[in-house]
């Protein structure tokens, strides 16, 4: 037997805000027939494909540390240092860059929502591809 992953839960302050930032970070949009509204304690949106899901639900207590469980983001267009770019105008905080930390052009960023959960930005395949030779290494946060 084997389970499979049904949808990634994210506690925060105000679903319905922090749902509307994370579309414009995934391109994500609401489930069919199940529209998030501001108020909504429980907000669910699904990737394109719909093949992954991001729930978030409301909770009391605000974040305190570090997440032990986060999401690593790969550009779909242009390179990483674009979609960082896309991300600080979109509202994202950066918390920590390890850019070149393996030699020029590796490494990723640690940024921030507007709630303080944290994710990364992997360089692209093609970014990655064109250094393998040169750094050997896996991505990772």
Excluded at 9 to 38: H, I, M
Excluded at 87 to 113: C, S
Aim: aromatic share 6%; proline share 5%; net charge negative.
């Amino acid at each position: 037997m084997t389970a499979r992953v049904a949808h990634t839960t994210v506690d925060c302050r105000d679903a319905f805000a922090l749902s509307q930032w994370w579309k414009g970070v995934l391109g994500y949009g609401d489930v069919e027939g199940d529209p998030n509204l501001p108020g909504h304690e429980e907000c669910m949106i699904v990737s394109p494909d719909g093949t992954h899901r991001l729930l978030f639900i409301e909770v009391p207590e605000g974040k305190t540390v570090k997440n032990r469980l986060h999401l690593d983001l790969e550009p779909v267009e242009g390179s990483r240092d674009d979609e960082l770019a896309r991300l600080l105008a979109h509202g994202a905080v950066e918390v920590a860059d390890h850019r070149g930390q393996y030699g020029p052009g590796t490494g990723w960023v640690v940024l921030a929502d507007p709630e303080g959960n944290e994710f990364c930005i992997l360089r692209t395949l093609a970014e990655r591809e064109g250094a393998a030779g040169a750094d050997g290494l896996v991505e990772g946060s």
